[in-house]
C-alpha cells in the first residue's frame, strides 16, 4: 500500500477547493414581497400570497387541502389538535428528531412514547412500534429523518389494526418518495417547516396536508391553526367550543415561499443525486455503513450520515470525525447529543414547572437503553452536510476524504 499521510497527521488536505455556495433568495422573492405589501395587507386570509403559496404547494404535492402555519413544530401542534390528541393520550414517535416533533404533543397534554429505530435508515421501526401500543395510544408520529421514507406500508398497517392516527413529520424531508408516493401524503395528516435550515425557507412557517380530503377536516385544521376563528369568505365565526392556537403564517411568508417553491424541485434533485452519490462511493468500505435509504424510496437528504464500526477500525467515532475534518471535509459526531428522552425534561418527567402533568398519566418510561438502536446511532454517527449548492466535484472529494480516512484506519486495525 502507499504511504498514505492523514492530514490530521501532518500528510495533505484531500480538500483543497472550497465546497460550492449559493444564493437561496433573489429577485424573485423581491417580487412577490413588493407585491404582497402592495396589497395593503399582510393578513394571510385577505391577500393573496399564502393561498397561493398553499396552492402551488397542493400541486406540487397532489393534495386537496393544506393548511399554513407559523412554524414546522406549529405545523405537528396542529395536526395533533386536529386528529384529536388531548389529555392523557399517548403518541408513539422517534427519539432521534428535533424537539419541534414533541413540542404540541405536551402543549396538547399527551405523552410521548419512544419507539427504536432500524440501525441503518434511522426511521422508526414497526416491529418497536408495535411493542408501545398500551391502550392510550392514540396516534403514531413518523419523523422521516434526514430525507429518507419510513416504512410506511408497515406503519399504516400498524394504524389500522390499533385505529390509530398517523402524522407525518416532514421537516426534513421535501419531495422524498416512498414506493412512488411523495411522503407527507400518506398518514392523515403531513406536516413540514420551513424555518430557514430546510431545503426551503420563509424565515420561519410551516404547512399541514390534511389527507383525507374532506372538507370537514380541512377546515376544523384551518380553525385550529387560527385560534378556532372560522373564516369563510369575509365572515367569521368565532365560537369557543374548545382550545387553539393562533399559528398563523403572514403574507410575507407566504410571498417569499412561492420564490422557494419553484426552487423546490431542482433543491431536491441535486440533494438526491449527491446523496445516493456518496453511498455509491463508500459502500464498499470494511468499517463504514453508509445512510441506507429505506427499501423502495427516494431521500432528498437533508443531510448524510453514515456510520462508523469501531471494531474494524483502528480509531473512535470521534477520532474518525476528526480526521475527516482534518481533510478539509466538513462533517460532525452524531446528530443530536443523544435520544431525545435522555433530555431533563422527560429524565425529570417535568413539561410544566412545578408539575409532573401529563406524564404522571402514563407509566411510560425514559430510562437510558430504551432504544438501543438509537443511542447506538448517535454514538456511531458521523453526519455530513448535503447542499444544492456544492459541485460534483465537491462530492468526489468527500468520497475520497471518507475513503482516505477509512482505509488508513481499517488497515492499520487489520495490521495489529
Ligand atoms: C425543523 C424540524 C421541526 C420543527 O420545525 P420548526 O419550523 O423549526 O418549528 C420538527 N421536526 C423536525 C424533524 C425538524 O427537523
Redesign the pocket.
Known amino acids: 500500500m502507499d504511504e498514505v499521510k492523514l492530514a490530521i497527521h501532518g500528510g495533505s488536505k484531500v480538500k483543497t477547493t472550497p465546497f460550492g455556495t449559493g444564493k437561496r433568495f433573489g429577485l424573485e422573492e423581491a417580487k412577490e414581497l413588493l407585491e404582497a405589501l402592495e396589497q395593503n395587507t399582510l393578513f394571510y386570509h385577505f391577500g393573496g400570497k399564502v393561498k397561493r403559496f398553499l396552492g402551488d404547494f397542493n400541486d406540487i404535492y397532489g393534495v386537496k387541502h393544506s393548511v399554513a402555519t407559523s412554524?414546522?413544530?406549529?405545523a405537528?401542534h396542529v395536526a395533533l389538535g386536529v386528529a384529536g390528541i388531548a389529555v392523557g393520550d399517548e403518541v408513539i414517535t422517534s427519539p432521534i428528531?428535533?424537539q419541534?416533533?414533541l413540542v404540541g404533543i405536551l402543549y396538547q397534554n399527551a405523552i410521548p412514547v419512544f419507539a427504536d429505530l432500524d440501525p441503518h435508515t434511522y426511521n422508526l421501526d414497526p416491529k418497536s412500534v408495535e411493542a408501545r401500543i398500551t391502550p392510550r395510544t392514540k396516534a403514531i408520529l413518523v419523523?422521516h429523518l434526514a430525507g429518507n421514507p419510513c416504512d410506511m406500508d408497515a406503519i399504516m398497517a400498524i394504524a389500522d389494526k390499533y385505529g390509530l392516527k398517523v402524522i407525518e413529520?416532514c421537516?426534513?424531508s421535501y419531495l422524498s418518495r416512498y414506493k412512488g408516493r411523495l411522503v407527507g401524503t400518506i398518514g392523515d395528516y403531513g406536516c413540514f417547516?420551513t424555518?430557514d435550515?430546510?431545503h426551503i425557507s420563509t424565515g420561519?412557517g410551516?404547512i399541514v396536508t390534511i389527507n383525507s380530503g374532506s372538507e370537514e377536516d380541512y377546515f376544523r385544521t384551518h380553525a385550529f391553526a387560527d385560534k378556532n376563528y372560522q373564516r369563510f369568505g369575509t365572515s367569521v365565526v368565532r365560537d369557543l367550543s374548545f382550545l387553539a392556537p393562533n399559528y398563523r403564517m403572514t403574507e410575507l411568508q407566504g410571498a417569499v415561499g412561492i420564490a422557494q417553491l419553484k426552487k423546490l424541485q431542482w433543491i431536491c434533485d441535486k440533494r438526491r443525486a449527491y446523496g445516493d452519490r456518496l453511498t455509491a462511493g463508500i459502500c464498499d468500505l470494511p468499517g463504514i455503513h453508509p445512510h441506507q435509504v429505506t427499501a423502495g424510496s427516494e431521500s432528498s437528504y437533508w443531510f448524510y450520515m453514515l456510520r462508523v464500526d469501531e471494531t474494524q477500525l483502528s480509531c473512535t467515532r470521534d477520532e474518525f470525525a476528526e480526521a475527516l475534518s482534518a481533510e478539509g471535509i466538513s462533517c460532525g459526531a452524531g446528530y443530536i447529543s443523544q435520544p431525545v428522552y435522555m433530555q431533563p425534561m422527560f429524565q425529570k418527567k417535568q413539561a410544566y414547572k412545578g408539575s409532573h402533568f401529563p406524564f404522571d398519566l402514563s407509566d411510560c418510561s425514559y430510562d437510558e437503553g430504551l432504544c438501543p438502536n438509537a443511542e447506538e446511532i448517535l454514538k456511531s454517527g458521523v453526519r455530513l452536510p448535503v447542499n444544492e449548492f456544492f459541485t460534483e466535484d465537491d462530492v468526489e472529494d468527500m468520497i475520497q476524504g471518507i475513503r482516505k480516512v477509512a482505509l488508513y484506519y481499517g488497515a492499520s486495525q487489520r495490521a495489529n
Open positions: 412554524s414546522g413544530t406549529a405537528i428528531t428535533d419541534g416533533t419523523v413529520d421537516a426534513q417547516s424555518n435550515f430546510k420561519d410551516g
